[in-house]
């Protein structure tokens, strides 16, 4: 499957932004989807997952409250809502695809666990 992220961009303090990621290629809805994000000098992290199924999320701890991942599995699309972002949100965003053939309720936050990675999209807050 292929991913395509977007939705990127400047924001200041406070504001929101939604991104999206595309997906093509594959059945989307076999896949349970995730964002995860890379800040300069820092690892990977996980940020939001969503089952295949769509009716289970998990957040990580920095962004629960703040962020919202869903899916429309007609769109073959993974949304991530971000609200009152803050400096420290800044990063590069990667949607990522986790193919599993079991439970449409599975999710994971272990990055090898997703086999397909989209391109990633900026996002800069502002102070």
């Known amino acids: 499957v292929q991913l395509q992220a977007s939705g990127g961009g400047l924001v200041q303090a406070g504001g929101s932004l939604r991104l999206s990621c595309a997906a093509s290629?594959?059945?989307?809805?076999?896949?349970?989807m995730a964002w995860f994000r890379q800040a300069p000098g820092k690892e990977r992290e996980f940020v939001a997952t969503i089952s295949a199924s769509g009716s289970r999320t998990t957040y990580a701890d920095s962004v629960k409250g703040r962020c919202t991942i869903s899916r429309d599995n007609a769109k073959d699309t993974v949304y991530l809502q971000m609200n009152t972002l803050k400096p420290e949100d800044t990063a590069v965003y990667y949607c990522?695809?986790?193919?599993?053939?079991?439970?449409?309720?599975?999710?994971?936050?272990?990055?090898?666990?997703?086999?397909?990675w989209g391109q990633g999209t900026l996002v800069t807050v502002s102070s």
């Open positions: 290629g594959g059945t989307f809805s076999s896949y349970a």
């Open positions: 990522a695809a986790a193919y599993y053939s079991g439970l449409s309720t599975w999710v994971t936050v272990l990055p090898h666990h997703y086999g397909y």
